[in-house]
């Protein structure tokens, strides 16, 4: 199913696996489709198994994935340390910073970790000498939800209707619906695997993309109306503020997809949501539409993401921040359109 080369890594993970009876699955802060459906569904697996399972995330997720199975025993808080035979699985995360404040005390703590992912981050295993660790790494995925596909497959685990739903979600969620640049054979052939396991495309998808509440509907047109085009055209950019939300009744999860309205618009490039998270914090989240590579630009303020999807967290405040992504945006812009025209 994926590269051979990475083949013996999934092996070393499924064996890991095959051998923990007491396991903590973890996943990023603000955590998305992927990360939860990915947890979600390897726990279901692996209690099938007889093992002993807690899924922690420091945050809460978002309301629209309250579907999915599981979701309900998430906590959000877990004993440190860890005991020692207890095995930690880092899902759609490979930097212990990205865990969140508990990340540190999680990882020197356990008695072994599991690393699954597919973006490009630290090397746990190398910078770890005291934890054992072995790792599935691959940035030709489209997401972590599909690599646990292959890793049930590799362990011989069924997938069951209520696994299939919450890896079809990762899937789903990291493709933008199949609409993303990501979007590849092999994610359609998933997916259809998925469907044939038992889960239902039209009431996963509903679910997600066809419920808001008025809250948020509030909070988007209070975003739309600061929207502005930057770089004579290629760039747009808008913010949500601590006050927006407050007045709109919403939370910054509300406004997870709100980047993805700036790039719509013809002519766009490349857009940014800039996202008060506490005073004097601020959060990025931008999108490009297919030469330029926003990752590049995350990873230059300490982010990280793909080439057409990244973003990255700072301090400042929102006025300050539009005008320097302003300013970057048109300036990077310009010199990669100068290089583009110049290579034909």
């Not at 005991?83 to 540190?104: A, F, K, W, Y």
Request: charged share 20%; aromatic share 6%; proline share 4%.
């Amino acid at each position: 199913m994926f590269d051979p080369g990475n083949m013996d890594a999934l092996e070393r993970v499924a064996d890991t696996l095959r051998v923990s009876e007491r396991l903590v699955l973890t996943c990023h802060v603000h955590p998305d489709g992927d990360s939860l459906g990915s947890m979600l569904g390897l726990r279901l697996a692996l209690e099938a198994m007889g093992k002993k399972v807690i899924c922690y995330c420091q945050d809460q997720p978002p309301s629209n994935l309250g579907f999915l199975p599981g979701i309900d025993r998430i906590v959000h808080d877990v004993d440190v340390p860890l005991d020692s035979g207890t095995t930690l699985v880092m899902l759609d995360c490979s930097e212990t910073r990205r865990i969140g404040g508990m990340g540190p005390s999680l990882v020197s703590s356990a008695g072994g970790l599991v690393v699954i992912d597919h973006h490009l981050g630290q090397d746990m295993c190398r910078e770890l000498s005291d934890v054992p660790c072995v790792q599935y790494i691959n940035p030709e995925i489209f997401a972590t939800g599909a690599v646990c596909v292959a890793l049930l497959d590799v362990m011989g685990c069924d997938i069951t209707p209520d696994i299939a739903t919450c890896f079809y979600t990762a899937i789903l969620t990291d493709t933008g619906s199949f609409r993303h640049s990501n979007t590849t054979p092999l994610a359609f052939h998933i997916a259809a695997r998925l469907v044939e396991s038992g889960a239902d495309p039209y009431e996963i998808s509903d679910r997600i993309f066809e419920r808001v509440t008025y809250a948020k509907l509030r909070l988007l047109a209070m975003a739309l109306d600061n929207l502005t085009i930057e770089a004579g055209g290629m760039a747009a950019i808008m913010h949500i503020s601590l006050d927006m939300l407050e007045r709109a009744g919403a939370s910054l999860f509300d406004a997870d997809d709100f980047v993805r309205y700036p790039r719509a618009l013809d002519g766009v490039e490349a857009s940014a949501l800039i996202k008060e998270t506490e005073p004097g914090k601020i959060s990025v989240s931008m999108r490009s539409r297919s030469w330029f590579n926003v990752a590049g630009l995350a990873k230059s303020f300490g982010g990280g993401g793909h080439f057409h999807a990244a973003g990255f967290r700072t301090r400042g405040d929102v006025s300050m921040w539009r005008s320097r992504l302003a300013e970057i945006l048109s300036r990077e812009l310009a010199q990669k359109q100068e290089q583009n025209e110049r290579n034909g």
